[in-house]
């Protein structure tokens, strides 16, 4: 377990791609939404990187591109709600001012740790009905 920056930019080689990648050092957030080359959308420190990393990715599992690299085919509203809605130890060090302001990205945080809330409930009432049943197994002799 280490910690470290989980980190998120576009690439304007690259349209339509996110690159998902960690780094111990926090990358520079210089320049505009327009200019040429990577461009950071987002970063968060985590206390356990390698975690932070394994939840983002398996949130955009279905649009890997490239492992190795890091590229996902999805947008950097839903790259960043996949990273910042985990519910591991993380501090949001920069995110875009454009996708702070959208309406949507907290919306699709929210979606996110509902759908994190309601795994969770169903895998308590597996856990209970399966203690139950050993219960119930025990007091009955079967």
């Given at each position: 377990?280490?910690?470290?920056?989980?980190?998120?930019?576009?690439?304007?080689?690259?349209?339509?791609?996110?690159?998902?990648?960690?780094?111990?050092?926090?990358?520079?957030?210089?320049?505009?939404?327009?200019?040429?080359?990577?461009?950071?959308?987002?970063?968060?420190?985590?206390?356990?990187?390698?975690?932070?990393?394994?939840?983002?990715?398996?949130?955009?599992?279905?649009?890997?591109?490239?492992?190795?690299?890091?590229?996902?085919?999805?947008?950097?509203?839903?790259?960043?709600?996949?990273?910042?809605?985990?519910?591991?130890?993380?501090?949001?060090?920069f995110i875009d001012p454009e996708l702070a302001d959208n309406p949507?990205?907290?919306?699709?945080?929210?979606?996110?740790?509902?759908?994190?809330?309601?795994?969770?409930?169903?895998?308590?009432?597996?856990?209970?009905?399966?203690?139950?049943?050993?219960?119930?197994?025990?007091?009955?002799?079967?």
């Amino acid at each position: 377990m280490y910690g470290g920056y989980l980190v998120i930019e576009s690439h304007s080689a690259h349209p339509g791609l996110v690159r998902i990648f960690e780094t111990s050092t926090l990358p520079s957030a210089s320049g505009s939404a327009h200019r040429r080359g990577p461009r950071l959308l987002f970063a968060a420190r985590f206390e356990d990187l390698s975690a932070g990393h394994m939840h983002a990715h398996a949130a955009l599992r279905r649009q890997l591109l490239d492992l190795d690299e890091g590229w996902y085919r999805t947008d950097p509203i839903r790259a960043v709600a996949a990273a910042d809605a985990s519910e591991l130890s993380h501090r949001r060090v920069f995110i875009d001012p454009e996708l702070a302001d959208n309406p949507r990205l907290c919306a699709e945080i929210a979606a996110r740790r509902s759908r994190h809330r309601l795994g969770d409930r169903i895998w308590h009432a597996v856990g209970i009905l399966a203690l139950a049943l050993l219960l119930l197994r025990l007091l009955l002799g079967l």
